[in-house]
């Protein structure tokens, strides 16, 4: 109750958000205006989603919550990773509390509401459509979504699997590029705090029935250290990072016939602070898709697929931290193909119909070659051990008009989930080598959801949702054991997938300046994967992944945005979320144990203020208290965190702009395994935008 009333009192004291909702210049935006409950009007300004019901649709006739960050608020963020940006919403969870400037890959979890907070993903994340989430490992390579690309973030954090399938457990987070509208040109240079240099170009042109966009993007950093100050030794310095990423995407529109293609690369490369601590990464993407339009329906198919590479190295460090060898070294290639094909229409008239089918697989093998202090006969010296994974999915939604104040939107899924041609090799100090055939695995899943919103007024709506979704795990939780600092953490391949049943119940409120979202939720997960800690360790493992028997998280969302003037925008925004065990036969000493890393109170409040010829904004945020493991023995303290950005419009396309991070230069963790790590100090950055706007070519934007 005390972190509750911090919260409280922080919101009611410091305005929120980030930057005005329109990126129309104050004074040239159309007027505020609320169509007729239930109506399908789209009026100026209006905020079209596509995330909530799989289907284009006003953001005020939705049934399931939604939040969207709009490419204003994208633009004049203070953050310029796209992790960062999305934690701006209180109810955006990523394992532990720090950057992917300096957090290993592998720890980019993201969970939506505190469901299943951990380094593998209880939320789907989507660009354009199609899945993000690395498929071995079910992470999150945030840097590979530069913002410069982004047009805009929709939210979606309750059960989604009947519409998205696996991963979409605790809901989805769908990234929308921008458009290719005509010939345009934006470019970032910025340096800042920490050796860190940036630089970012996106470029279009539309010529015919073709549209062409080309994206780079480039970060390095010197990095700090990350390990607190009380326990570093010889061994430990700043942790230095870098990462590319480019894209290039093709369009072709004629008629009712919309088609595309598109590749992209990322390459990453972590220094952890640490001697022999490492991480790499190197991913290419690909995608090819049609879109139909005829009298009936639209038809759209799509196939996409990638290879991944993950690469890691640990070290074995002495008491004092004075030396440290290479304790082991992992290489985790992996490659998925999938595809995804969706019918809408409005064949009956009111009822709106979505019917689809995706299927994907997943093939990865995770290779150690471990380095022990000393080696015997028996001594375990490299581990082998990997599968496929088959997903398919057949789904229908029916939204229904049932009257221009009410709105019903009914969704089954049907999952199949298999897990084949795995294997273990364990090879031994002596040479001798010993692969043992796992056990295939399959399971089929039904999935139901329900949502209804009522339009009581023009200004005031209630909507509720109840839905069942599920996860299987992935071949990282089944096969690939990882490190944390000095916590070993071993594979499972017994375990289950996750089922969940929740439900929210929530209003809106929608004025000519005011907007008013808060949401009740709760959420009952069955068989819940954790990293358990265990009595004894197990082959140096002092921890491993298990299921549960049921964990619960329940609690509410509160969104307000507030446009004081045509400069002035407040927002705020907070998330509150109590997740405990209720049910572990295996491990009874857990039950009633908060679940690690994830805090009951998270607040984002901000101000800001935009005119034609420059914005600013400050924003503050409060990360409540959590803890680092199951046991809830190590805890995490609450901070408050303040940034801000200004930028001035020079002419010519050019603007300058300058940000800051942690202006308070609190020192807070951000982990606590073995080790216990924390957050980046303050920082700036300075830099040019170039923008050059849009010429239309006469072609309408791609169906």
Known sequence: MAGLRRAIALA??????????????????????????????????????????????????????VTVIDRAQIARSPHALSDELVREAPMVGTFRRSSSAIAD??????????VGPSGVSRALVLRDGLPVNDPFGGWVYWRALPTLDIERIEIAPSGASALFGNFALGGVLHVISRPIEGRAVDAIAAAGSLGTLRAAARATERLGDYGVALDAEGLRTDGYTPIARAQRGPVDGPAASHHASGGLRVERVRGDTA?????????????????????????????AGVRLRTEPGTLEVQLFGGTQRFEQERARLTANRATATTASKQRTPSNNQGLVATWTGRPLGAHELVVGVDAQRVAGTARDALAPAMVEAETLIARRAGGEQR???????????????????????????????????????????????????????????????????????????????????????????????????????????????????????????????ATAFWNQLHGAIANVTLAEPVDGAARMRQNLGETRVAGLDLELSWHVTDAWTARVAHAFSDGRVTSAPAQPALVGKRLAQDPHQRTTAALSYAIAAASAGVQVRYLGRQFEDDLNTQPIGAVVLVDVRADVRLGGGISVFASGQNLLDRRYLVGRAGIDTEGAPRTFELGVAYHLGSIDRGRSRPL
């Open 259 to 287: 088609g595309h293609a598109e590749a992209r690369a990322f390459t990453e490369s972590l220094d952890a602070g640490t001697q022999h601590t490492t991480a790499d990464v190197r991913t290419l993407t690909y995608d």
């Open 391 to 517: 997903f398919a999915g057949v789904f229908a939604q029916d939204a229904i008009h049932v009257s221009p104040a009410l709105e019903l939107a009914a969704a089954v899924r049907l999952d199949a989930w298999q897990n084949v041609d795995a294997r273990r090799t364990l090879t031994l100090g002596d040479g001798s080598a010993m692969t043992a055939e796992l056990a295939d695995a399959s399971e089929v899943q039904l999935d139901p959801r329900l949502g209804a919103l009522v339009h009581v007024t023009r200004e005031l709506a209630i909507r509720a949702s109840g839905y069942r979704a599920f996860r299987a795990p992935t071949l990282n939780e089944l096969y690939r054991p990882f490190q944390v600092g000095t916590i070993l953490t071993a594979a499972n391949a017994q375990l289950r997938p996750e089922t969940l049943w929740g439900g929210e119940l929530g209003t809106q409120i929608i004025l000519a300046r005011v907007g008013l979202q």
């Open 105 to 114: 890959p592998t720890s980019q979890g993201l969970n939506l509401r505190g």
């Open 12 to 65: 009611s004291l410091t305005f929120a958000a980030r930057a005005a909702a329109d990126p129309t210049p104050p004074g040239d935006e159309p007027p505020a205006v609320v169509a007729p409950a239930g109506s399908d009007e789209v009026v100026p300004g209006e905020v079209i989603v596509v995330t909530g019901l799989r289907l284009p649709r006003a953001l005020r006739d939705l049934p399931p919550a």
